[in-house]
């Protein structure tokens, strides 16, 4: 059983009745899949049930995704709890969590080039807080627009979540693109056996290296993996500093396709990155430099995180022991939800002050404790 610190929460099966479900307006702040899959993960590690409603509902294609449909089974999967309304298009759950959090192995099929690396983001808060270290194999997407590639989780948030105490290892088993997917990723999550530290940076320093991946599958012939690499080396170059890029030409994904990733870790101890996926049409150049510019836009802010870490990091603050600060480089809708979800669900304390983010996480205990 999970309490929260202070809350007075128990997980416990005869509190997830009518009467105590919490409701949640999907097409809040960014209206994404995102206030869906982080409510479920969130309901979870509260044991609180909830009703969303009008899921994605100002998207082109509104209601569950594949992508989405698949987090929310894996979370009741883990937590042996009940989910209604779990098909695809439907613009309403309910969730009921279960009483515990197994550990073990798990296998997901997402069946499209839906992201993998937003389902891992969906479990790994629950893996963390399992009874016995958890392996999760996810097939579907690992590069496509709109979710972080499986690289940029790889290089710039895990090393960020270990600071914090957390034993998280992903290996990408084959890369997977738009729009056949079939990729796979293996993500391992040890049990935390003390509450998460709080992570605290308040100034950017002094960028000490740049980092880049430039991957291609089935397109060596082409050398888009080469052009790439040389391309961003060129720009970053122009602004003085080197850039070490790893080239990898790939032959096991089921289609051809690209992805860049470049990131600067500074001084400080921060870590600022931006990637990009390849797609009809695009150019290796134009990837290389959307990258670069990305990256430098962030980094000319001032802010200690990128425009996505920024998001990405809110849930991991909430759920730690202490008071995590940063600087976001922008105000984002995504930054808004996952506040607003943290408050909602947790009852965590935040305050953004401009750009400038606080977080008093409640230090939600391992299950061990």
Not at 120 to 134: D, H, N, Q, R, W
Not at 169 to 184: D, H
Not at 287 to 311: C, K, N
Request: hydrophobic share 40%; aromatic share 4%.
């Amino acid at each position: 059983m999970i309490r929260l610190t202070g809350l007075g929460i128990e997980r416990n099966a005869d509190r997830a009745t009518e009467n105590h479900v919490i409701q949640i307006d999907g097409s809040s702040h960014s209206g994404s899949g995102t206030i869906v899959r982080y409510a479920v993960t969130l309901a979870t590690l509260a044991g609180k049930p909830i009703q969303v409603t009008r899921i994605r509902a100002r998207r082109p294609k509104p209601g569950l995704r594949p992508q989405h449909l698949q987090a929310l089974r894996a979370c009741r999967s883990l937590c042996e709890g009940r989910l209604e309304g779990d098909e695809v298009g439907s613009d309403t759950i309910r969730y009921y969590p279960g009483t515990r959090l197994k550990g073990g192995e798990f296998s997901w099929d997402i069946g499209t080039a839906g992201s993998t690396t937003m389902l891992a983001g969906t479990v790994i808060p629950l893996a963390l807080y399992a009874e016995s270290p958890c392996r999760f194999v996810m097939q579907g997407g690992l590069f496509q627009d709109f979710a972080p590639s499986a690289l940029y989780i790889d290089k710039v948030l895990l090393p960020l979540l270990r600071r914090m105490g957390a034993h998280i290892e992903q290996e990408i088993l084959r890369p997977g693109y738009v729009p056949k997917g079939e990729g796979r990723l293996s993500v391992k999550v040890d049990a935390l056996h003390e509450p998460l530290k709080p992570l605290g940076f308040r100034r950017q320093g002094n960028v000490t290296q740049f980092h880049a991946v430039s991957l291609a599958s089935h397109l060596e012939r082409e050398n888009v993996s080469s052009r790439m690499a040389a391309h961003c080396q060129s720009l970053v170059a122009q602004l003085g500093r080197p850039v070490q890029v790893k080239i990898v030409d790939d032959a096991t994904a089921a289609q051809k396709g690209a992805v860049m990733l470049l990131w600067a870790e500074t001084d400080s101890g921060c870590r600022i990155g931006a990637d990009r996926a390849g797609k009809r049409g695009r150019s290796s150049e134009s990837i290389a430099e959307f990258v670069v510019r990305t990256l430098m836009e962030d980094l000319q802010t001032g802010a200690t995180t990128d425009r996505h870490l920024a998001d990405q990091l809110i849930l991991f603050a909430a759920l730690a022991s202490g008071r995590t600060e940063y600087v976001i480089p922008q105000v984002t809708d995504h930054v808004q939800s996952n506040l607003w979800l943290v408050e909602e669900m947790l009852g965590a304390k935040t305050e953004l002050q401009r750009n400038h983010l606080r977080i008093n996480g409640i230090g939600l205990p391992p299950h061990n404790t």
